[in-house]
């Protein structure tokens, strides 16, 4: 029996059925974590609705506009621009943290924080808690023990596949953000009507069941090991097996100001900026923007805005895909950044004229928008934590995704309060800032092709304005008073 037993195929075997096992632990893990973050936005048309439009105050028959809104939230649409600083200064030192800390502790925990934190703040619902620093503070720890998620699960994968399909696997790994938001979104839109504080109730168990079974099932050690199955030179552990070198003494772990000199860490960061603004915007409030130009209940706009997400996954994988073909994720990202101008134009403009339209548009809004993210924060981010200036280092991954990642945030942070500020002068207003940041993050990036293609973004907006006859964008009172379709 033992004759015809070759341990070398054996452990090829099991190294690529482990690295398919955390490629799908890490997809849900990640998955768990937008799942609890998208709540907020599909409760929030129900936390401040507009009661004028329900008639008087049936306590003392005024007319306020506040009057059936859930107290604290009478002036506040929501507490993500407070949790969102939070949640980006912290982010740019989680991935250090994540070097130097057991892996399995420190994402398992953060988890199982997150779920109790997220399910704390609907708990508030049924506690009948109505003071705003109650909400605040535990958006706050959410949004310090949610960084502790990305740098991990992406130091987890990064290290397993080469650079060659790197781009296609991780843009399909990476589709987990836009299933967790879908998922988020129908999951909270079943009792926004109801009892709102499920809705971050159930998001809170489910990220807190993933985070204890991260822990009892997957193996950090294997994972983030330079024994690996695939090391940044893309040698197999095999070949490691036969060769004669005996193994390095094991590097030190990357410092913050190392991974800045490493090249394309800083373009890219700040290309993310902008382009997590626009992508987090459309999270906390395309919903609120549907119901207030579409006239949609809260269920029906939160289930119309998955389709977003939809386009999100389809952009990941082309992204992922087109930049391995090429071998040019700066050019791919800057490309689909510059396309995705003049399509947010049309959208505000005639995506409304009819549900057939509303879906195409958002399908491709959100294959142009969240493409270029995804490709960032997974392949980019994993290629240059492994770049050939590190002489091999594999310990900079996560602190290179930290830092690439903590400074979308703060765009992630940025996006929604501007929208908060800007909308009341009209949708039309928010629509052009995104429009702006789409391009910024095109020319700070560390492509040369966004110069180009900058005059060509002007040509199409000006055609798509003279398509669409000059319309004016929709407003929040544009909405309210005319009570119909642009």
């Not at 589709?175 to 971050?200: D, M, R, Y």
């Not at 095999?238 to 772990?253: G, I, N, Q, V």
């Not at 039309?428 to 789409?438: K, P």
Request: neutral net charge.
């Amino acid at each position: 029996i033992l004759s015809g037993f070759n341990p070398a195929q054996w452990c090829l075997s099991s190294f690529y059925l482990y690295r398919g096992l955390t490629l799908v632990l890490t997809f849900l893990c990640y998955t768990s974590y937008h799942l609890s973050r998208k709540p907020i936005s599909i409760v929030k048309s129900q936390l401040h609705p507009n009661c004028s439009a329900l008639g008087p105050n049936p306590h003392n028959d005024s007319n306020s506009s506040t009057w059936c809104s859930w107290a604290p939230f009478a002036r506040c649409d929501d507490t993500s621009p407070v949790t969102g600083p939070i949640h980006a200064l912290t982010c740019l030192h989680s991935g250090i943290f994540g070097e130097r800390l057991p892996l399995r502790y420190y994402l398992s925990g953060g988890m199982v924080l997150s779920g109790l934190f997220t399910a704390l703040f609907g708990l508030g619902y049924f506690w009948n808690i109505h003071v705003l620093w109650y909400f605040i503070i535990m958006q706050v720890c959410n949004g310090l023990v949610q960084t502790t998620g990305w740098p991990s699960v992406v130091a987890c994968v990064g290290n397993w596949f080469g650079k060659g399909k790197r781009g296609l696997i991780m843009g399909i790994w990476n589709s987990h953000t836009s299933v967790g938001n879908i998922l988020g979104s129908l999951i909270a839109g079943v009792w926004v009507s109801s009892a709102w504080g499920l809705s971050f109730i159930v998001p809170g168990i489910i990220i807190a069941a993933m985070g204890i079974i991260c822990f009892f099932f997957l193996d950090p050690e294997a994972v983030t090991s330079n024994e690996g199955p695939l090391s940044t030179s893309g040698q197999s552990s095999t070949d490691r097996l036969d060769s004669p070198k005996e193994a390095a003494e094991e590097p030190e772990a990357i410092s913050f100001l190392g991974a800045l000199r490493i090249p394309g860490v800083v373009e890219f960061s700040l290309c993310l900026l902008f382009a997590k603004l626009v992508s987090y915007t459309f999270l906390y409030w395309l919903p609120l923007y549907i119901v207030n130009v579409a006239h949609f209940g809260a269920k029906k706009a939160g289930d119309l805005s998955t389709l977003f997400d939809v386009g999100g996954i389809l952009g990941g994988i082309f992204a992922g895909l087109i930049s391995d073909y090429t071998g040019g994720r700066a050019t791919t990202c800057c490309v689909m950044l510059i396309l995705a101008a003049p399509v947010l134009f049309l959208y505000n403009h005639v995506g409304q004229n009819g549900i057939g339209t509303s879906i195409a548009m958002l399908i491709v809004c959100g294959a142009l928008v969240n493409g270029p993210y995804a490709l960032i924060t997974t392949a980019v981010s994993a290629d240059l934590g492994t770049h050939e200036s590190l002489k091999g280092n594999a310990k900079a991954l996560s602190t290179v995704t930290a830092i690439i990642d903590g400074t979308g945030s703060i765009g992630a942070a940025l996006g929604p309060l501007l929208a908060g500020l800007i909308s009341p002068t009209g949708w039309n207003n928010v629509f052009y800032m995104l429009i702006a940041a789409d391009v910024l993050a095109c020319l700070v990036g560390p492509s040369s092709v966004g110069i180009t293609l900058l005059p060509w973004v002007f040509k199409s907006s000006l055609l798509a304005t003279t398509l669409v006859g000059g319309g004016q964008g929709w407003s929040l009172r544009d909405s309210q008073a005319q009570g119909k379709l642009h």
